[in-house]
Structures are given as C-alpha cells and as structure tokens.
C-alpha cells in the first residue's frame, strides 16, 4: 500500500532558528501533497496544498513567509518553520494522495516539533 | 461549507465491552465520509470511509460505521474492542468533487480501553 514518511518524528529548536520537516511518498508519485497542523487536544488543520513544480496554495490565515513549503520533485515535499517561536510548537502532518483510491489520503506519522 | 461534531471527547470503556464513537456532520452538498485512527504521536490511518453504495461500511480492526443521511450521521461502532484499540478516532468529510486536501476533522474522540 501507499506509504507516506515524514521526518524528523520529533525535533526539538531554539527560538529563532529554522527549522525543515520532509514528506515523502515511498512507492507512489504525488503531484499533490497536503500540510497540516495539530495542536494538543484539537483536530488537524489545513494549513497549505502542495504543488509539485509550483507554489503552494496556502489557508486563510497561514503565513507563507513563516511557513516555506517547496514540493521539488514527485515523492518529496518540505515545510520549512522560519524563525520558529514557542507558539509553532505543534505536530505537523502531511499527507498525499495514494493508490487506494479516490478521495483517500495517506497520512504521515507526524512531526513533533517543540521550540524553547 | 461542511462540518462535524463528535460529541464525546472521551469514551472510556472495558476490554471485551462493545463502543459507539459519534459523529455528525453538516453539509448542504453530498460528501465522502472517514473515520480515521491516531495512535500516540503517529499520524492518522484510514480505518474506514463511505463513498457510496451500502450504507454499512466495514473497515480495519473489526469496526464499521452507518451511514445515515436523514440523521446526517456517520457513527463507529465495535462490538468487543481490546486494549490496542485505546487511541483517538477522527471523523472526517470531504464534499464530493472536492480538492483532497479539504477533509474536515472532527475534534477527535479519545478511546481508553480499560482491562
């Protein structure tokens, strides 16, 4: 079946650095993948589509200067957390389309990132 | 614009004992319909979903879910859970045609199976 890997699983910063999460699709091509955000006890947020060989679509009220997103090929798509701050902790999803059919997405296991 | 409600943000329950996870949803169009697992910091499995067809879809680990769109409900349900089962459930919807990336969550549903 499809799988979707994301790292790293969890990394820890200091405020003000930069920080870069991968999803990567391991035995399927995805034109398209999908960044979400997670905050403890709530639901998954969209937070951007990614576009292979594009720019990425971004959510209302996501900034796109903090949050890079750069899809380079067909199995790789980064998000990059700029000059993180204590409040970008979360844990970031991605996900993708897979072969399992229409309208399923496959889901990576997450990336937990704390900044102090 | 769609949404969902899971009522319960916890079900604790025991091993052996059977469990209704809710949901409801809202949507002027037609939608697609998931429930999907979140094991402790792991990212979401697909346990089950409804595109068409019968109304009781049976999926992973022994659950399944009714489809029920006079009641816009799409609930999971288990007869015996174990104690693996213990993890937080998502229900989710999608309107048909629309972009993938477009799932509405619910809030999530925190299950404790108890031995």
């Known amino acids: 079946g499809a799988v979707v890997s994301q790292h790293p699983s969890w990394v820890i910063c200091k405020s003000g650095t930069s920080v870069k999460i991968e999803c990567r699709s391991l035995?399927?091509?995805?034109?398209?993948m999908f960044w979400y955000r997670q905050f403890p006890k709530q639901s998954l947020m969209l937070m951007a589509t990614?576009?292979?060989?594009?720019?990425?679509?971004?959510e209302q009220g996501v900034e796109k200067d903090k949050f890079l997103i750069n899809h380079a090929s067909l199995t790789l798509s980064t998000l990059t957390v700029t000059s993180a701050h204590p409040e970008d902790s979360s844990f970031y999803i991605c996900?993708?389309?897979?072969?399992?059919?229409?309208?399923?997405?496959?889901f990576g296991a997450g990336s937990r990132l704390t900044v102090l | 614009a769609q949404s969902v409600t899971q009522l319960d943000s916890q079900v604790p329950v025991f091993e052996e004992a059977p469990v209704e996870l809710r949901c409801n949803y809202s949507?002027?169009?037609?939608?697609?319909l998931f429930w999907y697992v979140q094991y402790p910091n792991q990212g979401l499995q697909l346990l089950l979903k409804?595109?068409?067809?019968?109304?009781l879809v049976k999926g992973i680990n022994g659950f399944e879910a009714e489809f029920n769109k006079s009641q816009t409900s799409f609930h999971l349900r288990k007869p015996s859970v174990h104690i693996s089962d213990t993890a937080e459930y998502f229900c989710?919807?999608?309107?048909?045609?629309?972009?993938?990336?477009?799932?509405?969550f619910g809030k999530g549903t925190k299950l404790s199976v108890k031995p």
């Open positions: 996900s993708a389309r897979g072969n399992s059919g229409a309208n399923v997405l496959t």
């Open positions: 035995d399927f091509q995805a034109t398209t």
């Open positions: 990614s576009n292979e060989g594009s720019k990425a679509t971004y």
């Open positions: 949507s002027s169009v037609s939608v697609y």
């Open positions: 409804y595109l068409s067809g019968s109304t």
């Open positions: 989710a919807v999608i309107r048909k045609g629309g972009s993938q990336g477009n799932l509405i």
